[in-house]
């Protein structure tokens, strides 16, 4: 599961609550599938970020009824560009039910009075489970494709996605990194992120280091373990707080860094194949 420090209100927030609560089954198990079954639904709401990235990649515009507020965030979201002029919704029950959504995907990354009562309306609904790893993405793919209508495309992104990350170069020999986040929050194993080192030929430290999913490394730890790569997010390569100025602490300064936009890795979808390029093409040229 793709997990993130919690670093107080904000956007890191968000992200942390949509990769915990992501692939909850609450949603899924209080709502029942499309009853329109063979027919395409019109009025497709998304009840959280990652369910943004991939209606807006799949469907066509004029079926969405409505995209959650972050979607339009480029720090937040990949499709950022492509939301212009597309449906907005803060969130609340009185917007989702004005839309009179024939389906609902997503389960929302922060728990609000409005799912109880969308669970009493019982739209048609389809939850998605957090991605680990690049065939968790492939089955959200499938099941958002199928569920909106739009099966063809589904497979045809996951051809290319297949011909694209196939394509990738791969480190010469197995380098160390650590994904280091701001206050020195560490991502582990059995996470995205870890899928993405290990497709790029890269070894987690935190599997060296026997951290858990999650885990805070000192400035010390870190050092001493000498990874080959820290990978941070593109948003800290500046300090804006003391979350972020850890990461600049001069101990690190020798450590070559590798920034990823966190839109790339907060969701598991087609981003993964711009974050996996990145990664494979940096840690194959140093």
Excluded at 107 to 113: H, I, K, L, S
Excluded at 137 to 166: F, W, Y
Excluded at 258 to 271: D, E, F, K, N
Aim: hydrophobic share 45%; net charge positive.
């Amino acid at each position: 599961m793709r997990i993130f420090a919690p670093i107080g209100p904000g956007k890191g927030m968000i992200a942390l609550m949509i990769a915990l609560i992501g692939g909850a089954t609450l949603w899924a198990a209080a709502t029942r599938p499309p009853a329109n079954a063979g027919k395409r639904p019109q009025r497709i709401v998304s009840l959280n970020l990652c369910a943004d990235q991939l209606l807006v990649a799949l469907a066509d515009r004029d079926q969405i009824a409505g995209l959650t507020h972050n979607a339009p965030d480029r720090q937040m979201s990949a499709v950022a560009a492509a939301t212009r002029g597309l449906p907005i919704l803060n969130g609340s029950a009185e917007q989702i039910l004005a839309t009179n959504p024939d389906l609902v995907i997503g389960m929302p990354a922060r728990r609000n009075p409005a799912i109880a009562i969308l669970k009493a309306q019982h739209y048609p609904a389809v939850d998605l489970k957090s991605a680990d790893s690049y065939a968790d993405i492939v089955a959200s793919i499938r099941t958002v494709a199928q569920a909106i209508g739009h099966t063809d495309r589904g497979e045809a992104m996951i051809a290319r996605m297949d011909r694209d990350l196939a394509a990738l170069p791969r480190a010469p020999r197995q380098k160390v990194a650590a994904y280091y986040q701001r206050r020195g929050y560490m991502t582990g194993t059995g996470t995205l992120v870890d899928d993405l080192m290990t497709r790029a030929g890269l070894r987690n430290l935190a599997a060296d280091l026997g951290k858990p999913a999650i885990a805070q490394v000192s400035l010390e730890e870190m050092v001493a373990a000498r990874p080959d790569y820290l990978i941070v997010e593109s948003a800290t390569d500046r300090i804006t707080d003391q979350g972020t100025e850890m990461l600049h602490h001069p101990v690190l300064r020798d450590i070559p860094r590798i920034s990823l936009p966190q839109a790339w890795t907060v969701c598991g979808g087609p981003a993964y194949v711009q974050a996996a390029r990145a990664l494979s093409q940096a840690v194959s040229t140093r």
